[in-house]
């Protein structure tokens, strides 16, 4: 069985895949808002990070 962090982990890359990939802004905030709930739930500076690298990509992305 996967441990819990691993789990919420993969869970949250997932949905920012997945938030990437949406067609609309609301499939994308409803991703997003999964992804920080399983975020939420591994906690600590990590879940933090995760965010703010997926949010500073999306930045470069659209700057371009």
């Given at each position: 069985m996967e441990p819990d962090e691993r789990f919420y982990r993969r869970r949250a890359a997932e949905e920012l895949?997945?938030?990437n990939r949406a067609v609309t802004?609301?499939?994308?905030?409803?991703?997003?808002?999964l992804a920080q709930t399983?975020?939420?739930?591994?906690?600590g500076a990590e879940a933090?990070?995760?965010?703010?690298?997926w949010t500073n990509a999306r930045q470069e992305v659209h700057s371009d």
């Open positions: 895949a997945a938030a802004q609301a499939a994308r905030e409803r991703r997003v808002l399983f975020l939420q739930r591994l906690g933090n990070a995760m965010l703010f690298d």
